[in-house]
Each structure stands twice: as structure tokens, then as C-alpha cells.
């Protein structure tokens, strides 16, 4: 069996949502919400990059930055010393090393 990028991906998302909501206190989730909340998580990580990268472009650039991306949190509404604060006081489970795309 051969994997894919794409597999190693929806995997690595499934796993860290399955982290969360352990972490959150669920004890249990159904296949149909759990893959709803990694699509949600892809396509929200998809969006941000396409956003950062978009901008920095828009400049000039062919990579984009940390500001690129801290304007792109700010379009999106996510709020940056919300997320600093959440990233500070919420630990999740280390989990099993995620292996590295082929």
C-alpha cells in the first residue's frame, strides 16, 4: 500500500483533532464529526496559507513572513493575543511522531 501526501495529511490533522477534543474533555467522537472538524481544520489551514501567501506576493515577495501571516489572522478575525494566550495555557497530549512526507 502505497501513501500518499494527501493521506500522511488528513491523518496528521485527524490525530490533532482527536487531541483536542481529548484534551477538551470528549471521551469519545463519531467518524462523521471528527472528519467535519479536520475538513474545517484543512480548509482553514489551506485558507491561511493562500491568504499569506497571496499578500506577500501582492509585495513583492515570493515567500511570505510573520507579519504576512499576523495580516492574514487579522482578516480572518483570529485575534493574535487571543491565540497566544490559548497557546500558553492549553497542553495537549504528546502524541506519536508524525513521520516525514515522502
Same mark, same amino acid.
Not at 490533522?13 to 481544520?41: E, F, K, Y
Not at 504576512?68 to 489572522?73: C, E, G, K, S, Y
Given at each position: ?5 494527501? !493521506?500522511?495529511?488528513?491523518? $496528521? ?17 463519531? /467518524?462523521?464529526?471528527? /472528519? ?28 511570505? /513572513?510573520?507579519? !504576512?501571516? $499576523? ?10 493575543? !487571543? ?20
Amino acid at each position: 500500500m502505497t501513501v500518499n501526501e494527501s !493521506d500522511m495529511t488528513r491523518h $496528521a490533522l485527524r490525530t490533532a483533532v482527536a487531541q483536542v477534543c481529548l484534551a477538551i474533555g470528549w471521551t469519545s467522537i463519531h /467518524n462523521t464529526p471528527l /472528519n467535519i472538524m479536520v475538513d474545517v481544520l484543512h480548509r482553514f489551514i489551506s485558507q491561511v496559507g493562500r491568504t499569506s501567501q497571496s499578500r506577500a506576493e501582492l509585495y513583492g515577495r515570493t515567500d511570505s /513572513n510573520v507579519l !504576512d501571516l $499576523a495580516l492574514t489572522f487579522d482578516d480572518l478575525g483570529v485575534s493574535i493575543p !487571543d491565540l497566544e494566550e490559548y497557546v500558553q495555557h492549553f497542553e495537549v497530549a504528546p502524541s506519536k511522531e508524525i513521520p516525514v512526507f515522502p
